[in-house]
């Protein structure tokens, strides 16, 4: 079978998982066989395709057309038979017990099309063990979807022994068909990556509770506020459940061994039966208390390095295992669980050497194995890092000049003067990775993007370097690199500006947009000109556009496919300041030192409330209220204080 023979998928079982992968589906333009062993329990996850498809017509994220298309693609049943007689793909996600997994399979082979693949949304189990159940283990593989599916944009697909390469590769194309981003498992292991990487996370700390190393408060505070995870580790725990937690690292201790051993603390929270947010109670109280309670300023450093050094072993342990490679499992677990960087990124950042003599010193200590030094670890500290380990000060950069101005900015320049700065992919690489130096840099605290000389910021994309590519899958990659490369720079802790002088172009014109700010000279031009080439802007504009216009104006410049003046382009409130062109340099500089001379902490806490809210108001006002009450013990404020107190200018050291 090929991809484009795939028409009908059957999703088995219909619960949260299930309904929210048959409404993916559905949305994808597959029709979709809804199977459970009830019809009350079909009933109801059909029922919920209608509401949440209902909700996205109401938010406007997709038409009430799309809504009833995609809700009439739905067929429930109970008979399988019915569900799987006519189905092309199977995605099982049935409760995550290996009997009923297997059982599930044994019915299904009965009615299934030989050319049919079987794929499981197992979190964990063994998919080698699964597809030797059917009679089709090199048409099995596992297909991880993350809650909710509808929004969660990882997909693991994971590869048994027995899994055809083909197999892989058309799981993988109807990820990338359903909207998502797959990231290949390439060896059977328990977890997969994701979860390899948090449950060890999550059991250690409640190691450190069991073992009176920490407080559970002091734990959550060091990773919510200190290490920027989106919840604290206990957190996390109620929210994923306390009990799926525990059976997880119990298959993990049965399969992988004792460095897997569940903690007391997580025993004794499982035995009472408090299993988080979906029972009332779990670390935290969601009955009769207000649930999680984290204070800001709780953590500790000796906390985050334990902490950052077993997500480091278990790093090692994938890689050394041939499970996966470190910029995918950074990938995983930015997408999967949220995290602001991958842990090879942040154990490189706290120093792998550093990371390796922790877990000794606790393997010492302790005598536990979970602390013993994975392979993979050691290899990586040998070479100086998880990803590359190269020096700063020895990296070439082609494609952009990196410049140190002065006045604490730092300022990239996209060199590509004879081909008007037009982006590629070489480029991209380097623009974030240039984010990255001058983020780990502590004299910058503003960055500032030019193009080299005064024709263009950016002409857009390199369409002559990507005129090869016409294959529709590179493309969706190629859009998908853009928007990851762009959205690090919406993502910056420190205030960004595009200084754009000449063209700012599709591509260039969504280059700026993912900066704060946006410092245009009277000559310079700006628009989306795509739709002349039957396109459409692909590396974030159809939507940060209509966040800073307003849903209008961001359809007058991109259907009109016009080039705009700054004057113009400022009224549409898209263009902060537009400048004399003799004058551009000096004020995109001094603009961008100013910013450099604020508070980085306030900015950084700013940054990040506005990006939550921008999806979630809740989520922004939440995370705006912590932030204040971190922000009111700084050493800037009463900085701030003072020098407006006195009628002077503060200078804020970000303490």
């Known amino acids: 079978m090929e991809f484009n023979d795939i028409e009908t998928i059957a999703v088995l079982g219909a619960g949260n998982m299930g309904h929210g992968i048959a409404e993916v589906a559905a949305l994808a333009g597959y029709d979709v066989n809804l199977r459970d062993i009830k019809e009350e329990f079909v009933q109801n996850g059909y029922e919920q395709i209608e509401w949440s498809l209902d909700k996205l017509a109401e938010k406007e994220q997709i038409s009430e057309a799309e809504a009833e298309d995609a809700f009439d693609r739905v067929t429930p049943y109970v008979d399988v038979e019915d569900a799987v007689g006519n189905a092309d793909f199977v ?46 283990p090199e048409q099995f593989a596992g297909m991880h979807f993350f809650n909710p599916p ?23 194309e109807l990820a990338q068909a359903f909207g998502k981003t797959p990231v290949r498992v390439r060896k059977d292991s328990p977890g997969f990556i994701v979860n390899r990487i948090l449950v060890p996370l999550m059991n250690e700390a409640c190691w450190m ?76 109280d969601y009955e009769d208390g207000d649930g999680p309670d984290i ?81 993979g670890l050691r290899d990586a500290a040998e070479e100086g890092a998880y990803h590359g380990g190269e020096d700063e000060d020895g990296i070439e950069f082609t494609n952009i000049e990196l410049r140190y101005p002065g006045d604490m900015v730092g300022q990239i320049v996209l060199d590509r003067e ?60 190629l859009s998908r690199k853009g928007q990851r490369t ?9 205030p960004i500006v595009a200084g754009i002088d000449g063209f700012a172009l599709g591509g260039g014109f969504e280059l700026a947009l993912s900066c704060d700010f946006r410092i245009a000279s009277e000559r310079s031009e700006l628009g989306t000109p795509e739709h002349d080439l039957g396109l459409l802007p692909g590396w974030g504009g159809t939507q940060r556009l209509m966040r800073i216009a307003g849903f209008g104006r961001a359809k007058e ?17 898209v263009v902060t300041e537009v400048v004399e062109n003799e004058a551009f340099d000096e004020r995109a500089h001094e603009f961008a030192a100013d910013l450099a001379a604020g508070p980085p902490i306030s900015q950084k806490l700013t940054k990040r409330a506005m990006l939550a809210g921008w999806e979630d108001i809740d989520a922004g006002l939440e995370l705006e209220a912590q932030a204040f009450g971190h922000l009111i013990n700084t050493d800037d404020l009463m900085e701030g204080i003072t020098a407006f107190m006195g009628e002077t200018e503060p200078e804020f050291e970000g303490k």
């Not at 996600?93 to 949304?121: C, F, Q, R, W």
């Not at 992919?425 to 993007?449: G, H, K, Q």
């Not at 005064?454 to 016409?470: K, L, N, Q």
């Not at 410049?557 to 409130?573: H, K, L, Q, S």
Request: net charge negative.
């Open 91 to 136: 995605i099982e996600a049935v409760p995550e017990k290996m009997d009923i997994k297997k059982d599930v399979y044994g019915d299904v082979e009965e009615h299934l099309p030989d050319h049919a693949i079987i794929t499981s949304n197992t979190s964990s189990l063994s998919i080698t063990d699964l597809s030797e159940v059917t009679d089709r």
């Open 150 to 172: 509808v929004r969660m944009q990882l997909v693991e697909v994971i590869s048994g022994a027995n899994t055809s390469e083909k197999t892989l590769e058309i799981t993988e």
């Open 557 to 573: 410049i991109v259907f009109t496919a016009e080039r705009f003046d700054p004057e113009t382009m400022y009224d549409y409130d």
């Open 418 to 477: 004879a081909r008007m700065n037009t982006i590629n992919p070489a480029l991209m690489d380097e623009l974030s990775e240039a984010v990255d130096l001058l983020e780990a840099d502590d004299e910058v605290r503003a960055i500032l993007i030019t193009g080299k000389g005064d024709r263009a910021f950016s002409a857009g994309a390199d369409v002559t370097s990507m005129a090869s590519g016409a294959d529709p899958i590179e493309a969706i990659d």
């Open 295 to 375: 204070p800001t300023d709780a953590g500790t450093e000796a906390i985050a390095e334990r902490l950052v050094a077993v997500m480091a072993n278990e790093v090692g342990n994938l890689v050394g295992n041939g499970v996966s490679n470190p910029a995918d499992i950074d990938e995983a677990v930015m997408l999967g669980a949220g995290f602001p960087d991958g842990p090879a990124k942040l154990a490189d950042d706290f120093g792998l050497d550093t990371l390796v003599e922790t877990l000794e010193e606790l393997h010492e200590e302790t005598g536990h194995p979970r602390f013993e030094v994975s392979d």
């Open 486 to 494: 762009f959205g690090k720079l919406e993502e910056a802790d420190m």
């Open 209 to 284: 509770v069991s073992e009176d190393v920490a407080t559970k408060k002091e734990i959550d505070s060091t990773t919510k506020f200190d290490m920027g995870l989106p919840m604290g580790s206990f957190e996390l725990g109620d929210q994923v459940g306390n009990d799926v937690t525990f059976h997880v690292l119990e298959y993990m201790h049965e399969v992988l061994g004792d460095p897997y051993e569940p903690a007391p603390y997580l025993e004794e929270i499982v035995e009472q039966e408090r299993f988080g947010k979906k029972t009332g109670k779990g670390f935290y």
